[in-house]
């Protein structure tokens, strides 16, 4: 989960231009990025979806892990089984916000949008509280993918595997 957020913290980094953060002394600082052309926008958002596909990353890693036959071998396997679950687990969330749609409480807060008139704080409630359903198992199943991926590695691999990241993503943010 931490890995997680930290490149997907700062794929949105690069993608935003800015970020605002909180030292320990309470003090906000911003650190501003450069703007980056389209190729280095296209780059970060395929290494954020690429973020999606665990055992794909580690694989790209192939060489500079050393992965062993063995490992490359259940990693493929992996490849292909962690394919067909996000591919479930889409049509799960796709299948949920259809009837989410349907559903009169949807309907009854999406007028509370506006600018006048009532809130229906409860419709609102209950329809944020439906999308974070929807956004927990999503998480939950990439946290497993994961999982599934990390117990394939050593704990040197593990441990050399956020450094290669984070190499790669400063690669990436680099001007030609």
């Known amino acids: 989960?931490?890995?997680?957020?930290?490149?997907?913290?700062?794929?949105?980094c690069i993608v935003v231009g800015a970020v605002s953060a909180h030292a320990q002394d309470g003090t906000q600082t911003r650190m501003v990025m450069p703007v980056m052309?389209?190729?280095?926008?296209?780059?970060?958002?395929?290494?954020?979806?690429?973020?999606?596909?665990p055992a794909v990353v580690v694989l790209g890693y192939r060489n500079e892990?050393?992965?062993?036959?063995?490992?490359?071998s259940y990693?493929?396997?992996?490849?292909?089984?962690?394919?067909?679950?996000?591919?479930?687990?889409q049509a799960r969330m796709v299948m949920r916000m259809r009837e989410q749609s349907k559903d009169r409480t949807m309907a009854a807060a999406v007028p509370s949008f506006s600018w006048t008139g009532t809130i229906d704080e409860a419709a609102l409630r209950e329809q944020a509280c439906a999308q974070a359903a929807l956004s927990v198992d999503s998480t939950i199943g990439l946290l497993s993918d994961r999982h599934a991926v990390g117990a394939v590695l050593t704990p040197e691999q593990l441990a050399r595997l956020p450094k290669l990241e984070m190499q790669s993503l400063m690669a990436s943010m680099k001007r030609p």
Request: hydrophobic share 50%; proline share 2%.
């Open 75 to 89: 990693l493929e396997t992996l490849v292909i089984a962690q394919k067909d679950s996000q591919a479930v687990r």
């Open 37 to 53: 052309d389209s190729t280095q926008m296209a780059s970060a958002l395929a290494r954020s979806m690429r973020q999606l596909q």
């Open 65 to 72: 892990l050393a992965l062993t036959p063995e490992q490359v």
């Open 1 to 12: 989960m931490k890995r997680t957020s930290i490149v997907l913290l700062a794929t949105a």
